[in-house]
């Protein structure tokens, strides 16, 4: 008698728990879906596909901004003196060690590709402002160098270079 | 919500939190040990099922409201980017769209069987008058959120529902210009509309606290109508209640994803799929199911204020009817005549609903006037008599002799499948006009009908060609991008060869850094082109008939289908009227116009076109397209092909909601069985 009753117990309490299982599951299953929208629509993702940039007209010095998946990118054709500062740092001293070399594409050393977005909390700097004659961010302060690698101020890291590639010598394509 | 509560938790932090806001006491004394009567039949299940559908609508809506644009330029598109972009878009917008249709069922359902129990008498008038406030607020929200997509039907029904108050003597012009912030519905209307629509539901929960509340206050009736009066007569609501209303929402849930996965478009009209045209009319505009009654009550008086005033009334009067049946015995089960008025009333809702579909000539007005005249006078004349001169039978003692001499009643849920069924009948919105005039297309078999439905690669590649060699002609589709070519689900190209299509086209671009707009080859990112540059120009090209977008044309056409087929077609989920449409009418030109028609100069003879004279000429002919994979050249073929691509354009993912929608039911039919025994494990020991 006692033994029947306490299995019958025990398989109530194995569809209880079987039950709550499942319902859980699908309550976390509905959930996925409203969250999953909340992703860059296929639109958008498809407007952020790679661009062409033309640089011809960009002189020795000069910079342009170019906008891509929404964000700025700063391109400079730097001078001579501007590679030289890049070249002549000890890396190993700075904030976030990086060489010239690795932040510029072979053979293109004048040209320096950067996503121009803060890396402290996202304000666009200013090019050719701050002690390094690189970028200088108004919000907090942080300055970058003509490599657009940190140098001073609260920005963790330098600013990060895009995906691109040189399709010609005054073309490139960024994504 | 009745009053402190014995309740104490143990843990500490949960005894400090309670000293200072009894909350777990208060959903403790409301969910947990709340007395329900013991004898609550599955109509009873409906009150939770119905503040779950508020929760889904109001989720979805927060949801979709992130993606939608409220301008009259831009509300169509945006609503089809969110079916077509967005990651899940198209699963929220059915929900929503549908969620709609079943909050309604499920409210009245719910008012149904609180006329039938006579729920709303003494004490519970003001939980009813609470309920009728819901329910009017409920017909405000749908409708303004019908308008919110634009479409010929959004447009057309706020028009006619808003020039309602029109009727209002003194005030009623002003009423309308407030309503519309112009001098016609545009899009001041719109944005205040979706203001109002998210707003309105809100008030909805908050007014559905107070109903719940004055609930808590009453006690819930049951089916015997008699009140709970010892301790034998109830159970507490967790487990007892909780358990039965999760699994009669289980079983909602699966009848509502059956339409949400399988037939998305059936409780719609077909003429919302084109957008909002303010100077053309639908031929017949008829709102949503859930208004059919109170439309052709509306449209029985042939005076516009006393019709009016006739709609709005039809509504109000269920707010009196706790004065207006005086009899003492709440439920119709032991009144015999009331019970047999009762189910007469309900066969006139639904004839009203029925009318209210249909055109108001002939037969059908007159119908509407002698059901109209029913529908009141069951409140005014034979709920008021029926209460005074009936002699009811004897009610149980108590709710526990009410449930030992219970027998277990068939009637009764078969007379739910009825009504549930007859509320599909009310959709002959979902019917549309083609066959006004022409004859019915025939239905062909296509791959994708069905719950298991796929769209033929092949098939979908020689529409397309169809389309890009002979239809893109004079016709565009500007909600279809190179980059769709390539989505699963599609016609299946690869990347590169939707690249090579894009860059035939020349896109206007720019303006360039010195400001001058430029030509550049097309990418996968664009449309697909238009061959008009805008709307006049292609009327003027056309004869005066701009030949409209594609892009949901397998959407935005149908026909009749007819009494009881259209109700078959929710079980058989038949959803393919368009794409019959479409290859009927393709094939369909005839040289010469039968005996004694007389077509207008410009226009072509068409079998299925509504009317018969089209102003699109035969352009299709065999062999016409070249087909790669030996397909036969056919005009048939090419109908059937360019037919089965402009679904694939129309219903995009199609092919993804049909296989979350299998596995969703598997797995709503687990759980729903799961919940059963369950729910018989716990109530074992309360019988
Ligand atoms: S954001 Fe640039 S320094 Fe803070």
Known sequence: MTTSSSAGQSRRDFLFVATGAVAAVGAAAAAWPLVAQLNPDASTIAAGAPIEVDLSPIAEGQDIKVFWRGKPIFISHRTKKQIEEARNVNVASLPDPQPDSARVKEGHDQWLVVIGICTHLGCVPIAHEGAYDGFFCPCHGSVYDTSGRIRQGPAPSNLPVPPYAFISDSKIKIG | ?687
């Open chain 2, 1 to 687: 919500m009745s009053g402190p509560s014995t309740f104490q938790p143990k843990n500490p932090v949960l005894k400090w939190i309670e000293r200072r806001l009894p909350i777990f006491g208060l959903v403790h004394s409301s969910f947990v040990a709340y007395p329900t009567p013991r004898n609550l039949n599955y109509w009873w299940t409906f009150g939770g099922i119905l503040s779950f559908m508020l929760g889904v609508q109001i989720v979805t809506g927060v949801i979709l409201a992130m993606h939608y644009t409220p301008h009259a330029d831009l509300a169509f598109n945006s609503v089809e980017a969110i079916v077509r972009d967005v990651d899940y878009g198209w699963l929220l917008r059915y929900l929503h769209s549908n969620g709609a249709s079943m909050f309604f069922i499920a409210v009245y359902i719910h008012m149904l069987r609180g006329l039938y129990y006579g729920s709303y008498k003494e004490p519970r008038e003001i939980l009813w008058i609470l309920g009728v406030i819901i329910y009017l607020l409920m017909m405000a929200t749908g409708f303004m959120g019908y308008v919110l997509p634009w479409g010929q039907m959004s447009f057309w029904g706020a028009t006619v529902i808003t020039n309602l108050f029109s009727a209002i003597p003194y005030f009623g012009e002003s009423i309308v210009t407030l309503l519309w912030g112009g001098y016609s519905v545009g899009n001041p209307t719109l944005n205040r509309f979706f203001s109002l629509h998210y707003l309105l539901p809100f008030v909805i929960a908050g007014v559905v606290v107070l109903h719940v509340w004055a609930l808590h206050v009453a006690g819930q009736n049951n089916p015997a109508g008699v009140e709970p009066k010892t301790s034998k007569d109830t159970v507490p609501f967790t487990p007892y209640a909780t358990i039965k209303d999760a699994f009669g929402l289980a079983c909602f849930i699966l009848f509502f994803f059956w339409f949400v996965f399988y037939i998305p478009n059936y409780l719609g009209d077909p003429d919302n799929y084109i957008p909002a045209n303010p100077g053309v009319t639908p031929p017949h505009i008829v709102p949503e199911w859930y208004y059919l009654p109170f439309y052709a009550i509306l449209r029985s008086i042939p005076d516009k204020l006393a019709g009016v005033v006739a709609m709005f009334s039809a509504i109000l009067v269920l707010a009196f009817l706790p004065w207006l049946d005086s009899s003492k015995t709440r439920s119709m089960r032991y009144r015999p005549l009331a019970k047999q008025c009762f189910w007469i009333f309900v066969g006139v809702c639904l004839g009203l609903g029925y009318l209210g579909a249909k055109p108001p000539e002939g037969v059908y007005v007159i119908a509407g006037r002698i059901l109209t005249a029913c529908y009141f006078a069951y409140f005014l004349i034979v709920l008021p008599i029926l209460s005074r001169i009936e002699k009811p039978r004897a009610v149980p003692n108590s709710i526990a002799d009410d449930v030992l001499g219970k027998k277990k009643s068939v009637v009764a849920s078969a007379l739910a499948v009825i009504g549930v069924v007859g509320l599909l009948a009310l959709d002959s919105g979902s019917t549309a006009r083609a066959s006004d005039h022409g004859s019915t297309p025939p239905s062909m078999s296509w791959s994708f009908a069905g719950p298991f439905g796929k769209f033929d690669q092949g098939q979908l590649q020689r529409g397309y060609k169809v389309y890009k060699e002979v239809c893109a002609a004079c016709h565009s589709m500007n909600l279809v991008h190179y980059r769709n070519l390539t989505d699963p689900g599609g016609p299946g190209l690869s990347v590169a060869q939707a690249e090579a299509l894009a860059a035939e086209i020349q896109v206007k671009d720019g303006p360039n850094d010195a400001g001058d707009m430029f030509e550049r080859p097309g990418r996968i990112a664009d449309k697909f082109p238009s061959p008009f540059p805008n709307e006049n120009a292609a009327r003027a090209a056309n004869g005066g008939a701009a030949p409209p977008d594609l892009s949901l044309m397998a959407k935005a056409r149908g026909y009749e289908r007819g009494f009881p087929q259209f109700i078959f077609d929710a079980f058989t989920q038949f959803q393919e009227k368009g794409p019959n449409y479409i290859h009927a009418l393709l094939t369909g030109f005839e040289d010469t116009p039968p005996e004694g028609f007389k077509l207008p100069d410009g226009s072509t003879y068409n079998r299925y076109f509504p009317g018969h004279a089209m102003k699109m000429p035969n352009v299709l002919s065999d062999d016409q397209v070249t087909y790669d994979d030996g397909t036969p050249q056919s005009v048939d073929q090419y109908a059937k092909d360019v037919a089965a691509f402009l679904m694939w354009a129309a219903e995009p993912k199609l092919e993804e909601r049909k296989r979350l929608g299998f596995q969703v039911m598997i797995f709503m039919v687990i759980l729903a069985g799961l919940l059963y025994f369950t729910k018989r494990a716990v109530w074992a020991d309360a019988h």
